[in-house]
């Protein structure tokens, strides 16, 4: 159980385009949902926090209109890195957790975008 | 404000031996959650391990065992018979508690294991 499946996996695409990543809870209703960065050999560094049916929260230092969330149902949330450039190539990963308070993360596995 | 610190950038074990990743954080709250993440080459999250606060006794899964210490805020991992599949990056993670919590993690700096065969 507790399955977040991330989609794409991987992928590349040239400066100026904008990229869409998805997040699906498969078996559980994801009342909300986290979009993290994480650059080689470092920790995630969490970008912004998504409640289903409300704007997501974003963490200081994270452009907002750069990385767009949507979060319009129990079991997907969307970012859009828009008008992506190289510096925005990294590792995106995407977690859940279910409607009861104080469960565990659930994370998808993540996508590596690279921006030519 | 929370923090998490992971002081062990990198380990090494035999394999079949044991190892312990320290952790420790500092918070005010009272009402908290502990977590233990394994991230493998294949850089998927994995949960390994979890501790409530409130709870005395040390949590344990498997050949994964913790030793909460509440009172010196240290939060440290065993890994008894090391497996080679043990090789991966770990992370300590704290989650403040309760009901107006906005649930989010905060995340140590992680510690590199390899395991040596």
């Known amino acids: 159980g507790a399955v977040v499946s991330q989609h794409p996996s991987w992928v590349i695409c040239k400066s100026g385009t904008s990229v869409k990543i998805e997040c699906r809870s498969l078996?559980?209703?994801?009342?909300?949902m986290f979009w993290y960065r994480q650059f080689p050999k470092q920790s995630l560094m969490l970008m912004a926090t998504?409640?289903?049916?409300?704007?997501?929260?974003?963490e200081q230092g994270v452009e907002k209109d750069k990385f767009l969330i949507n979060h319009a149902s129990l079991t997907l949330s969307t970012l859009t890195v828009t008008s992506a450039h190289p510096e925005d190539s990294s590792f995106y990963i995407c977690?859940?957790?279910?409607?009861?308070?104080?469960?565990?993360?659930?994370f998808g596995d993540g996508t590596r975008l690279s921006i030519l | 404000a929370q923090t998490v610190t992971q002081s062990q950038p990198e380990m090494s074990v035999q394999e079949a031996e044991t190892v312990t990743l320290s952790c420790t954080y500092d918070?005010?709250?009272?009402?908290?959650?502990l977590f233990w993440y394994k991230q493998p080459p294949s850089r998927q999250m994995i949960l390994v391990i979890r501790?409530?606060?409130?709870?005395?006794q040390n949590a344990t899964e498997n050949r994964f065992s913790v030793n909460f210490q509440k009172a010196a805020k240290s939060f440290s991992l065993k890994i008894s018979d090391s497996q080679l599949g043990d090789t991966a990056m770990y992370f300590c993670?704290?989650?403040?508690?309760?009901?107006?919590?906005?649930?989010?993690?905060?995340f140590g700096t992680g510690t590199r294991l390899k395991v040596l065969a």
């Open positions: 977690s859940a957790r279910d409607g009861h308070r104080n469960q565990p993360q659930h």
């Open positions: 993670a704290f989650m403040k508690g309760g009901t107006s919590g906005t649930y989010k993690y905060i």
């Open positions: 998504s409640n289903e049916g409300s704007k997501a929260t974003y």
């Open positions: 501790q409530e606060a409130y709870k005395q």
């Open positions: 918070t005010s709250e009272s009402n908290y959650y």
């Open positions: 078996d559980f209703q994801a009342t909300t």
